[in-house]
């Protein structure tokens, strides 16, 4: 009876493990969510002992969760950049037009892949 409850619950808790959305724990508190074009919803957090900025996003393609990001005011609104080899993951807080929109820009080796728009969720 063990086995056949341990064999049952095995899955079922792999399962629940890879389907749950990208997110910080506890250590860390969302600054920013957006929902974007194309199915991408990203959410920066900052860990509350470190200052550390974390990019979690998920699509169509899958999860992403990113570390070590930097943030500036570029033209009256928040950047907030993020590194993973060549690539760069930029997410604008809002828009001089609407500080409730946004924009997800994505480049490669400094050239631009992907640009959606987006909205504050």
Known sequence: MKTSALL????????????????????????LSTKCQGGYNINIWQNYTSGELLY??????????????????????????????IYEYWVWDGTLDNPQSGTLEVYKNNRILMKQACRKS
């Open 56 to 85: 979690r996003a998920t699509n169509p393609n899958g999860n992403l969760s990113l570390g070590k990001g930097t943030s500036q005011a570029t033209e009256g609104v928040r950047v907030y950049k993020f590194r993973k080899g």
């Open 8 to 31: 049952l619950t095995l899955p079922i808790s792999i399962l629940a493990n890879f389907s749950l959305p990208a997110s910080a724990d506890s250590t860390a508190g969302i600054i």
